[in-house]
């Protein structure tokens, strides 16, 4: 590294600015090339690791999803064009597994976006012990993802000993009702548990959020007698949407990708099988491997629509924070 | 008669009522708010609780609030009764998380330089692609890794997590690096380099102790997520390279008497997260939402 950098330092000290962007107008074609090539070389390290890392498992599943390929019969393996496509789109429990997956994240995100967007109201004055009522409510994120829904499965949810049976016995005596929350309600299981882990999540990114309003026109609005709800209404919503945005946008990228809870809490049974642990489970217990591609590649596509929307909200965030 | 009274009397009235009204309200709003956060806190209070209750006092119901604490659940736990005890999972988990930090850092630092102080062109579109390789699923990508690991022998080893954590955490770190690294002020920079100062010098001098608590923060979220991931660690080790989370996936069968195990365990595997977590709680928004927030 050392050599080609101070060749053309002198230079560049002088020029800072043009290697922003514009090309320089002296006729120097040779060390401009050179130095655009210098300040590319601290970036390409990290660019060739994530393509390789990230895109290339990427390339082989979509060869892989053209193949008829169960990895207990390796010598069976040929061909099958769409075929594995057509499978996966007339699959009735990996249509549900889209649905439940559609489903789950649709319910975890909006209510930690409600809760969240309460909490950090609640949040957004001054009271005493402020901080410590913070830190309270972002505990529940900072708990590992499995170890927050084993704490659910097994010491809250249990028909038999679990808290919440506990309480029930508590308030209602002993012929309280004593219902077996992960059977009765299995997906409902999963949903509370996550929207207890996301809620702070939502909490933290609407408090920014929050504390970024502008003060002179919330004063301004106090000063002209706007009521509580008026300044929330018209001032803080608008303001917010962005910010609501974003946390659906990265609650979704990551919900829907969930795996831990699903397979901690149900083990995937009972109707909530995401697509996450389906695909799991084509391929590392149905030794399926065309399929589960077949499905990779699907869940790809689908998420590419998501991705795309969260892309914008970044990008338009990001262009405000440049301006400013 | 009493009409005119009131009528005289409401500006007075609101003078000396408005604010008790407002203080009652704010009173009551701070009430709810420490509500809701004991509300959130109480299973994991519980969940302390129950890790210093014997067995068989923590499976009780009605459940016994004053049971007699012990350490046991956590004898039990260090103690390696149950599989081949904690302490390989919990190295695995540290090598695999800070090994793959240290990469993430090597990797990051220079290219949010480059994305930064001294940008390349189209710099934003760089960035844009390093965060969406974030929002591709990871189970697509699962089968060929698997498949890689299992024909070069890389199955069950420690460092393909790393490698793979790497990858998972760069963008993340890219981001939140390239927005703290965007804060050291360019006329710093510029004054250095005019009075002679070399890149090393720039380096260490100004533009380190600007971003510096930055890149604390971003290497501790980059740790939070190390520690936390399972689905390739579930996939892709076994006996030898086990990680915490596969370790703790190991209780979701359990029957009989564990409960008091169980919370012990998922304390001690989640300690680290909690503190890195608050160590870093200022910068945890904008390491979330990838350098979106402040």
């Given at each position: ?26 006729p120097q074609e040779p060390p401009n090339k050179l130095r655009a090539w210098v300040t590319r070389a601290p970036l390409l390290p990290a660019l060739v690791f994530m393509i390789v890392v990230t895109q290339l498992p990427f390339v082989a599943t979509l060869v892989v999803s053209f193949f008829d390929w169960n990895a207990l019969y390796p010598e069976a393996r040929r061909f099958g064009g769409f075929e594995n496509y057509g499978e996966v789109l007339g699959d009735a429990a990996l249509r549900e597994s889209v649905i439940t997956t559609a489903i789950l994240t649709a319910v975890v ?141 990265l609650g979704s990228i990551y919900i829907v990708q969930n795996f831990d809870a699903v397979f901690t809490i149900t083990s995937g049974g009972l109707g909530t099988a995401n697509l996450p642990y389906t695909i799991y489970q084509t391929f590392y217990q149905g030794h399926e491997y065309g399929l589960a591609s077949a499905a990779g590649v ?27 | ?294």
């Amino acid at each position: 590294m050392s050599t080609p950098t101070t060749a053309p330092a002198p230079g560049a000290r002088n020029e800072r600015p043009s290697a922003a962007g514009k090309p320089a107008t002296k006729p120097q074609e040779p060390p401009n090339k050179l130095r655009a090539w210098v300040t590319r070389a601290p970036l390409l390290p990290a660019l060739v690791f994530m393509i390789v890392v990230t895109q290339l498992p990427f390339v082989a599943t979509l060869v892989v999803s053209f193949f008829d390929w169960n990895a207990l019969y390796p010598e069976a393996r040929r061909f099958g064009g769409f075929e594995n496509y057509g499978e996966v789109l007339g699959d009735a429990a990996l249509r549900e597994s889209v649905i439940t997956t559609a489903i789950l994240t649709a319910v975890v995100v909006l209510t930690s976006l409600v809760l969240g967007l309460g909490l950090a109201l609640l949040l957004d004055r001054t009271f005493k012990g402020r901080g410590l009522v913070r830190t309270l409510l972002i505990a529940p994120f900072l708990l590992v993802p499995v170890a927050a829904a084993l704490l659910w499965k097994h010491v809250l949810y249990n028909p038999e000993y679990g808290l919440l049976n506990g309480m029930l016995t508590w308030v209602f005596g002993d012929d309280g009702p004593q219902p077996d929350w992960v059977a009765e309600m299995p997906l409902g299981a999963v949903e509370v548990a996550l929207i207890w882990q996301w809620t702070p999540f939502m909490m933290l990114i609407l408090l920014a959020g929050l504390q970024s309003r502008p003060a002179d026109s919330l004063e301004a609005a106090r000063i002209d007698g706007a009521s509580a709800w008026q300044i929330f209404r018209y001032l803080t919503v608008p303001h917010l949407r962005r910010y609501l945005e974003l946390g659906a946008l990265l609650g979704s990228i990551y919900i829907v990708q969930n795996f831990d809870a699903v397979f901690t809490i149900t083990s995937g049974g009972l109707g909530t099988a995401n697509l996450p642990y389906t695909i799991y489970q084509t391929f590392y217990q149905g030794h399926e491997y065309g399929l589960a591609s077949a499905a990779g590649v699907l869940v790809v596509l689908g998420s590419l629509i998501i991705a795309t929307l969260a892309l914008r909200v970044v990008s338009s965030l990001f262009r405000e924070e440049a301006r400013s | 008669m009493s009409a005119s009274v009131t009528v005289a009397d409401p500006r007075k009235a609101r003078a000396v009522t408005a604010p008790r009204t407002v203080r009652r309200r704010n009173a009551l709003l701070g009430l709810l708010a420490w509500v809701c956060g004991l509300v959130f806190f109480l299973p994991i209070a519980w969940m302390v609780l129950t890790s210093f209750h014997s067995e068989s006092d923590a499976a009780t119901n009605p459940p016994s609030l004053a049971a007699p604490l012990t350490l046991d659940g956590y004898r039990e736990f260090f103690g390696g009764a149950w599989q081949s005890g904690p302490w390989p999972a919990l190295a695995n988990s540290l090598t695999a998380s800070v090994v793959s930090t240290l990469f993430v850092l090597v990797l990051a630092l220079p290219a949010a330089y480059a994305l930064s102080i001294r940008p390349v062109r189209k710099w934003t579109d760089v960035l844009f692609f390093f965060l969406s390789t974030k929002m591709l699923p990871v189970v697509a990508g699962l089968l060929p890794i698997y498949l890689f690991a299992k024909n070069t022998g890389f199955l069950d080893n420690i460092w393909l997590l790393v490698i793979l954590y790497t990858s998972m955490n760069l963008p993340i770190a890219v981001w939140m690096m390239h927005s703290f690294l965007a804060e050291v002020p360019v006329a710093l920079i510029e004054a250095a380099q005019l009075d002679g100062a070399r890149l090393p010098t720039i380096l260490a001098r100004v533009v380190a102790p600007v971003a510096a608590p930055g890149i604390a923060a971003t290497a501790l979220i980059c740790f939070i997520f190390s520690w936390n991931e399972m689905l390739f660690a579930r996939v892709l080790t076994g006996v030898v390279a086990q990680t915490a989370p596969v370790f703790l996936t190991g209780f979701i069968t359990s029957q009989g008497l564990f409960l008091a195990k169980v919370c012990a365990a998922s304390l001690v595997i989640s300690l680290p997260v909690l503190a890195a977590g608050f160590a870093a709680q200022d910068k945890l928004v904008q390491g979330l939402s990838l350098g979106a927030v402040k």
